[in-house]
């Protein structure tokens, strides 16, 4: 199977270069204070992708050449979280899809509380 990625266009292939280029000499404790933050979205029940075996013939459903589904996909939620090098930050759960209004209350909410908890604690 394929493997998915982002789109990245001309532009944002040079701004990341520019960018790494810029703290290419940082220090550690400078990378130090670089606090990451992502969502993801986690299946709960199975997976989101497709998965190859390799079986021989009449093998076809037999327990490790099978995938285990329920009806109606079994649901899945979204999480936002953050982390830096002295440890992690505030987990949430994401209800709905994400859009820059949500994504922005949610850093709004969370981002700086766990920046100062994680620099205190």
């Given at each position: 199977v394929a493997r998915r990625k982002p789109l990245r266009?001309?532009?944002?292939?040079?701004?990341?270069?520019?960018?790494?280029?810029?703290?290419?000499?940082?220090?550690q404790t400078m990378r130090n204070k670089i606090l990451w933050s992502d969502e993801t979205k986690i299946e709960l029940f199975g997976l989101n992708a497709k998965r190859h075996v390799w079986r021989k013939p009449g093998t076809t459903h037999h327990l490790a050449n099978t995938i285990t589904t329920v009806k109606h996909g079994g649901g899945s939620i979204m999480l936002w979280g953050c982390f830096l090098a002295a440890g992690t930050g505030s987990l949430v759960r994401v209800e709905?899809?994400?859009?820059?209004?949500?994504?922005?209350?949610?850093?709004?909410?969370?981002?700086?509380?766990?920046?100062?908890d994680l620099r205190l604690g």
């Open positions: 266009i001309k532009r944002h292939k040079t701004a990341h270069l520019e960018f790494a280029k810029r703290h290419l000499k940082d220090s709905g899809n994400i859009n820059a209004a949500m994504h922005r209350d949610i850093l709004e909410e969370n981002l700086l509380q766990s920046a100062l």
